[in-house]
C-alpha cells in the first residue's frame, strides 16, 4: 500500500516558520513527483509546490513563491516544505501527494491537482496575527 503521511504543521505567530515533512513509502519513491496543496475551511484545495523525482525542478503557487520552499531526500523517501515568513493567509490544512503510476506527471509533477492519485491525510498550520 503507499502511504504518504505529513508532520509538522502547528501554531506559529505571523512572520515565523514551520517545515513540514512527508513521508512516503509502499512506492519507488525517486520514481515520482510530490506535490503540496493546502485547504482552508470552505474553500477549494489549492496547489502550492511541487518538485519533481530527482529535484531538479521545483515550482510555487505565486502566493507562496520567495517564502516557501520544497526539497526532498530520496535515500530517506521525504518531501520537505520550508515555510518562512507565515501569514495568516496561510492558514490551511495541508497535505502532500503523489500523481499515480501511470500518470504522464509521475516524474515531474504538475499543479493539476486531479493528476495525483495518493494523498496524506494533512498536517494543520495555523498563523496567528
Known amino acids: 500500500q503507499v502511504q504518504l503521511v505529513e508532520s509538522g504543521g502547528g501554531l506559529v505567530q505571523a512572520g515565523g516558520s514551520l517545515r513540514l515533512s512527508c513521508a512516503a513509502s509502499g512506492l519507488t519513491f525517486s520514481n515520482y513527483a510530490v506535490g503540496w496543496f493546502r485547504q482552508a475551511p470552505g474553500k477549494e484545495r489549492d496547489f502550492v509546490a511541487g518538485?519533481?523525482?530527482?529535484?531538479?525542478?521545483?515550482f510555487y503557487d505565486d502566493s507562496v513563491k520567495g517564502r516557501f520552499t520544497i526539497s526532498r531526500d530520496n535515500a530517506k523517501n521525504t518531501v520537505f516544505l520550508q515555510m518562512d515568513s507565515l501569514k495568516p493567509e496561510d492558514t490551511a490544512l495541508y497535505y502532500c501527494?503523489?500523481?499515480?503510476?501511470?500518470?504522464?506527471?509521475?516524474?515531474?509533477?504538475?499543479?493539476?491537482?486531479?493528476?495525483?492519485?495518493?494523498w496524506g491525510q494533512g498536517t494543520q498550520v495555523t498563523v496567528s496575527s
Open positions: 518538485i519533481s523525482w530527482n529535484g531538479g525542478s521545483t
Open positions: 501527494a503523489a500523481p499515480g503510476g501511470d500518470s504522464w506527471y509521475r516524474g515531474s509533477g504538475t499543479m493539476r491537482q486531479n493528476e495525483y492519485k495518493y
